[in-house]
Every structure is written in structure tokens, then in C-alpha cells.
């Protein structure tokens, strides 16, 4: 019954086509084929045959298969068409209404916000004012407004409360303890992997694999393994074909390939449509001002900011984030999730629905921390247009599961129960005690987890995990690196009495080194 | 794709117990009747439901079949033909893990080609539910529905209209038969056809130039002044 049968295949191939059509990629491929048409070494007998064999040689092939590559890995995994539209979304009733009730939430705390000080959501800004701001554009971060009054709209914390309460209405679960209850924090019947199927999931990550990450170290001669990589992801680089990137990414990327790999894998080009595309949003921040813009300015101010390794990249963060916000593109992938962006209407129009938008127009509200999505890759990209389109598509495909409540298994519900059942299976003594002193080991992890360890780990250590999410195309690489954090530092942890003491015992992972840890995780 | 749903009444899931019904038991079965309320029995092509936390899934039909030779069999003789239960679907497993949410609450499409006998002359069907784990306060079945196969409705449609014998209570064609007749107005067949398949052209190739793409505006007609968030 599972697997594709001929007509849900048929459904699959009708909408990837029709995707496809909607991209440049359609309009450009018709043109080279139209050309080729045109030379005099065509005959009308075999014109579909040849014509095909032509656009194969000039590499039209290549970019077709990247681009249907790309679309699959969107539209996989979804429900079936006879299903109606909000289960195609999220299959469990429950958590579709937690969702809609944590979004009313957000919602009714920025509506406060609003009235409290007496801000518009949005305006359009006065010509003066336009002109100053696009003066200094690349300077964003000199200005001072006075924003103590905002406050972001979430934290970590807040987040992690409401996942906590999350209950099956159908489960036999009582208050009482009973053997219904689990130990961890999340209290869902998830299905979540065993050490033995990450295992063979990861299996590239074993110990008798070379790894960046281990055998790239100053120590170790360059020849034995660094060299003989470039010249791999060099070779990589030159097929131009996705999957062969992301088998590379598997192992880790060289410092020096990361970039054009990482753009490889997601289908990322920026050619001068994009570039007309990234001043047009540009143009869109200009010309309006929303509240979100003083909400990201906060963030950007209280973490990347703040931060020894990402302060200075501050300016570029204004940038990215801001025509972010504006990105109609990514309600996109509002289509897989529960989630759903908030609505407003224009004002004096209430009601009426030609006159209804969503607010922001990328329909994401950001929260505390937001900006670490960003400012990691600051480090790999430094033209703003390409880092935003990177960025884009990072956070379409995996950061967007990190802070929405569904039961993907990408999601961040079932990373936690992942990291907890992970945790309780092969440390389970160390679980106990943590438990009973009250510092549930998930209070500490989900801060880590939600930001995809962004601002945590050391920065070169962060994009080597990065690589690897990339090329195993799983967040479940976050999960398992927490268990690793926590069983790499039990000996400290069992000695400890409260919450404050095991945070203080966790509170730096700077000096951690990843695929060893890992390696130890998964595979000893 | 599929055919017309079929009209029948679906039961509420009868839990299956032993001994006194009044004391608490969960024996993790239950069964789902379905009939089909004409008196002819109904080939089934395609079944489709809700899953509703149950775990495996097995299909009872009851069939009638052609008596070929007169036999002794347990089931109710009528006539020249026999009325059986056959199996049409054996544990089938809806859920891939019975203690864990997956596949909990999706929705499913069974087609007469998995089922183990083909389901025609059907007269009811039983759908036997079952529920291992003890997690779960309830398990069922929502939305479920039943489509006849595809080809039979369309063609003997077609043929009816190829041989121009409707179906003698159907007035208000005639009618408009009759009309269609006493108008000299009206152009030639042909005529109407050749001119609305050129109309039918342009729409099609109208609607296959149309892009999806959107050109990436959030405001209306360059507005997007706003106070507050809608809560609906």
C-alpha cells in the first residue's frame, strides 16, 4: 500500500512539471531549443529526436535534472491529493490546533506591542526619509534608535513551554505517573530512530571513513588526505549535477570549496534576474517600514552583535534579514507545515478580502536568536546577493522546521523526542540524576537544537555540521550531537546538584570538536 | 480518475467484547458494517478513508455468486445463487509502529486492484479494525467512502448518447430535442462545433502560456499600511 503507485506518481511528475514552468529554467530551455531548431543541420523527420540529443550535449540536461532533483526533495513526503489541504499539511489534529493556538499567541502579543506604542505594523515611508535610509544602506548598523521598549516576540524558552504541554487528546496519558509516562520532556508517542538505524543512516560518518573535520587537522600532513579532497570537490564542482555534491558534503567540505558546494547542493545561481530580484525587495524595504524591521534590528543587536566571532559582520545582517522579511517567495513553504502566516488587512479595508495581506510579507516572524541562521553563513559568503539567496534557501528547507510545531519527522518535536530517547536509551543513568536534580537534560538541549547549534558550537566546528546536514539532507544530525555533548561531558554532569550547575557545566561548547564526537556518539 | 461514490450506510465502530458488555474490556477490535441499500449488489473500485488510530486493517465482503452445480453450503441459498463472506484485505497494517503517532491520522486509498478478490456483486462489507497498544483511548475509522470502478458509468453513458435512446423519464431533454427541432435558427451542428473547437484551441493554449510565477508584490495597489493583525 505504501510506495508510489502509478497515479500518485503520475500526480507527483504532473507538479513538478508545473513548477517547473514557472521558473526561468522553462523559458530559457524553449529559447536554446528554438535555436537549435533553427540551424540547417535540422530535418523536420527526426526533429524531436535530435533536438533532444542537442540540448543534452550543450548541458541543458544537467540543469533540467538539477532543478527536478531540487523540486523532488520539496514535494516529497507528502500526503495523499484525496487527503483535503490542511491535512496535506499536518496529518494530526491536535497539533495542528497547538500550532493554531501558538500562533494566535504570537499574534495577539504583536497586536499588544502595537498599541502599547502606539506603532502601525506597517507604513509607507515619507520620500525623505527613503532617500536617508538608502544612503546608508551598507552602514545599517551605525544607527541607535532607542528600541528598549521592543522585546522579542519569542525566545527559546517560551517555545520549548508550549512543546512541554503538548498532549495527546487520544493517549492514555494520566497526570498521575503511570507507565504511560515517559521520563523526557516531550510527552508524544513519536517514532523516532534508533542508535542502529542512524547508524546505517550516517554511515559515512564512521570512524573508518576520512573526515574533514578530523583528517584536515594542522597536524596531520596535508598530502594523506587534504589535497587529494580539494582536488575532488574541484572535480565535484566541474559536474555541476546536485546529488553528486551532496554525496561530497557527506564527508565535510574543504574551507576554501564550502561555498560554491553549499550553492551547488541547493540549486543556488544568482544570475542577473536574481540580482533584479534582490534590488527590487531592496527597493520594497525602502519603501515601507514595518514593525518586524525594529524586532530584527533588536535581534541582530542582542546576539550576532554581541558575539566575539559575528559582531562584525552586523551591517550585512541588517541587510539580509530586512529584504528577507520582504520575500514573498518564502510563504512557499508554508504549504508543507502546519504553520500558517498571519493575516492583516490594509488599513480602513478590515474585512475585505481583495485588500488582505500577509504580514510580514515573508509571512516569518522572527524570534529571539533569529539572526545566528544567518550570521553563520556570513563566514562562508561575503556577496550580499548570494548570501541572501543561500540563506533563503537554507532556511526554506531546513531551518523553517526548527520553530513550527508539526510531526514531520524533520521537526523539531521529533528532534527533541529523538535526542531524549536517544539520551534515556544509552545514558540512562545520567538521565536519571538529571532528571532528579531537575534539570531535564531537553531544558538545556532545546536552545541548541532550535538554532541549529548556530552561536554555540565554534564557528569553523558549526559549518562542518552544516556540511553534514546538507549531505545527509536530515536535521536528525542535531539531535545526536546533543546526546553526544551531554554523554562526552557525563562525568562532570553526574556530579552536579541543580539546573544551574549542569547549564554552567554546558555553557561552553566552544572547544568542542564535532566529527569526534559524533564518531564516539554513533558509532563506539 | 475514480468513479461516482457510492450511496451506503457506514456503522459506528462496534468494539468487539467478551463476556458481560457493560464491564470494561478492551479487547483492541472492533468492526465497521457497511451496506449498500439497493437491493442489487454493487461492484466496488476503490475504497478511501481516514485513518483514526488504527493499526491493522482487514476487509470482509460479502458477495453473491453464481451457483454453477447445486452444493451444500453453509451460507444462505438463494436461488440459483450463494451469498459468501470472502476476505478482501488480511492485516494490512495502517500504522507502521502501533505505539507511535505515524501514519495515525492520514488518509488512505485502497484500490479493487489490492484487494485479494476482486470486489463485485458486493452486498456488504465488514471492516475489521484492530488495535494492539494499549497507548491509544479510542481507535476508528473516519471519512470513509466508497467509489464504484470507473469505466462502467462513463461508457454506458456514452453509448446511451451514440444510440440517441435516452432514457424515456428524462422530460427535459426531450423537450429540448423538440425545440432544437422546431428551430430553423439555430446553424448547423458542424458549423457550431468547427467554430467551438477553435475557441476550445485558443483557451488551451491561452491557459498553457499562463505562469505560475508570481511577481513577488505584498501590497495592493501600493499600500500596505497596517495596523493590526487579524485573528481570523
Known amino acids: 500500500m505504501d510506495g508510489a503507485t502509478d497515479m500518485e506518481l503520475s500526480h507527483l511528475v504532473d507538479m513538478v512539471t508545473r513548477n517547473l514552468k514557472a521558473t526561468p529554467l522553462y523559458t530559457d530551455m524553449r529559447q536554446a531549443a528554438a535555436a537549435q531548431a533553427q540551424k540547417d543541420s535540422f530535418h523536420l523527420g527526426d526533429l524531436k529526436q535530435s533536438l533532444l540529443s542537442a540540448l543534452e550535449e550543450s548541458g541543458w540536461e544537467r540543469k533540467l535534472r538539477n532543478a527536478v532533483y531540487r523540486e523532488m526533495l520539496i514535494c516529497a513526503q507528502r500526503e495523499l491529493s484525496i487527503a483535503p489541504p490542511e491535512d496535506q499539511k499536518e496529518p494530526l489534529t491536535y497539533m495542528r490546533k497547538a500550532q493554531g493556538a501558538w500562533e494566535k499567541r504570537i499574534l495577539k502579543s504583536l497586536n499588544s506591542m502595537c498599541t502599547e506604542l502606539s506603532v502601525p505594523l506597517a507604513r509607507k515611508r515619507p520620500p525623505q526619509e527613503q532617500k536617508e535610509l538608502l544612503s546608508r544602506w551598507t552602514e545599517l548598523g551605525t544607527e541607535e534608535p532607542d528600541l528598549s521598549h521592543f522585546r522579542p516576540v519569542y525566545a527559546p524558552k517560551d517555545f520549548l513551554e508550549v512543546l512541554v504541554n503538548l498532549r495527546n487528546p487520544n493517549s492514555n496519558w494520566t497526570e498521575q505517573a503511570s507507565h504511560f509516562n515517559l521520563w523526557g520532556l516531550v510527552q508524544l508517542p513519536l517514532r523516532t530512530k534508533t542508535r542502529k538505524q542512524l547508524q546505517t543512516d550516517f554511515s559515512e560518518l564512521s570512524i573508518s571513513e576520512p573526515q574533514a573535520g578530523v583528517d584536515d587537522s594542522p597536524e596531520i600532513p596535508v598530502d594523506v588526505f587534504a589535497s587529494e579532497r580539494t582536488k575532488l570537490g574541484r572535480r565535484v564542482l566541474e559536474a555541476e549535477h546536485s546529488p553528486l555534491a551532496q554525496q561530497y558534503a557527506k564527508k565535510g567540505c574543504p574551507t576554501g570549496l564550502r561555498g560554491a558546494i553549499w550553492a551547488q547542493i541547493l540549486g543556488v545561481k544568482v544570475d542577473s534576474v536574481d540580482q533584479l530580484y534582490y534590488q527590487q525587495l531592496k527597493s520594497y524595504v525602502i519603501h515601507h517600514d514595518l514593525l518586524i524591521d525594529s524586532l530584527i534590528y533588536k535581534d541582530v543587536k542582542l546576539t550576532a552583535a554581541n558575539d566575539d566571532y559575528y559582531f562584525v559582520f552586523e551591517d550585512l545582517l541588517h541587510q539580509i534579514l530586512l529584504i528577507f522579511s520582504r520575500d514573498t517567495s518564502v510563504l512557499k513553504c508554508f504549504a508543507h507545515t502546519s504553520a500558517t502566516p498571519a493575516k492583516s488587512y490594509i488599513r480602513g479595508k478590515l474585512g475585505m478580502e481583495e485588500f488582505q495581506v500577509t504580514y510580514p510579507p515573508s509571512g516569518v516572524i522572527p524570534f529571539h536568536g533569529f539572526t545566528m541562521y544567518a550570521a553563520s553563513l556570513c563566514f562562508v559568503y561575503d556577496e550580499p546577493a548570494r548570501l541572501y539567496f543561500v540563506f533563503r534557501e537554507m532556511y526554506t528547507r531546513y531551518f523553517f522546521h526548527l520553530h513550527h510545531m508539526s510531526s514531520h519527522p524533520q521537526g523539531i518535536v521529533s528532534l527533541c523526542a529523538l535526542f531524549e530517547s536517544l539520551l534515556q536509551t544509552h545514558e540512562p543513568e545520567l538521565f536519571y540524576h538529571l532528571k532528579g536534580v531537575g534539570a531535564q537534560p531537553l531544558k538545556i538541549a532545546f536552545k541548541w537544537l532550535m538554532r541549529a547549534f548556530a552561536g554555540f558550537l565554534g564557528s569553523d566546528q558549526l559549518l562542518l555540521l552544516w556540511d553534514r546536514v546538507l549531505g545527509f539532507n536530515s536535521l536528525e544530525i542535531l539531535s545526536v550531537l546533543a546526546f553526544a555533548i551531554f554523554s562526552f561531558r557525563r562525568t562532570n554532569l553526574l556530579e552536579v546538584s541543580s539546573y544551574a550547575a549542569a547549564e554552567a557545566v554546558l555553557s561552553d561548547l566552544t572547544t568542542l570538536k564535532l566529527v569526534p564526537l559524533l564518531q564516539l556518539a554513533l558509532f563506539s | ?232
Open chain 2, 1 to 232: 480518475m475514480t468513479g461516482k461514490p457510492l450511496v451506503c450506510s457506514i456503522r459506528n465502530p462496534h468494539p468487539i467484547t467478551i463476556g458481560d458488555p457493560r464491564a470494561e474490556f478492551s479487547s483492541g477490535c472492533a468492526v465497521v458494517d457497511v451496506t449498500f441499500p439497493s437491493t442489487k449488489s454493487v461492484d466496488i473500485g476503490e475504497i478511501t478513508f481516514k485513518n483514526n488510530y488504527t493499526a491493522l486493517l482487514s476487509i470482509k465482503l460479502k458477495v453473491r455468486e453464481e451457483n454453477e452445480k447445486e452444493e451444500e453450503e453453509p451460507a444462505e441459498s438463494d436461488g440459483e445463487t450463494t451469498l459468501t463472506w470472502v476476505t478482501g484485505l488480511k492485516n494490512v497494517q495502517l500504522m507502521p509502529d502501533p505505539h507511535c503517532e505515524d501514519r495515525a491520522q492520514s488518509y488512505y486509498r485502497i484500490k479493487r486492484e489490492q484487494l485479494l478478490t476482486p470486489p463485485d456483486n458486493v452486498l456488504s462489507v465488514r471492516l475489521v479494525l484492530q488495535q494492539p497498544s494499549p497507548v491509544w483511548l479510542s481507535f476508528g475509522l473516519d471519512d470513509i467512502k466508497f467509489y464504484s470502478p470507473k469505466d462502467e458509468t462513463s461508457e454506458l453513458m456514452l453509448s446511451e448518447l451514440v444510440n440517441g435512446d435516452m432514457p424515456a423519464d428524462d422530460e427535459a431533454m426531450n423537450d429540448i430535442r423538440k425545440r432544437v427541432k422546431e428551430n430553423k435558427d439555430i446553424p448547423p451542428v458542424e458549423e457550431i462545433s468547427t467554430s467551438l473547437q477553435q475557441m476550445w484551441a485558443l483557451s488551451e493554449t491561452a491557459r498553457i502560456n499562463q505562469t505560475e510565477a508570481s511577481l513577488g508584490r505584498f501590497d495592493v495597489d501600493g499600500s500596505y499600511d497596517i495596523n493590526l493583525l487579524s485573528y481570523t
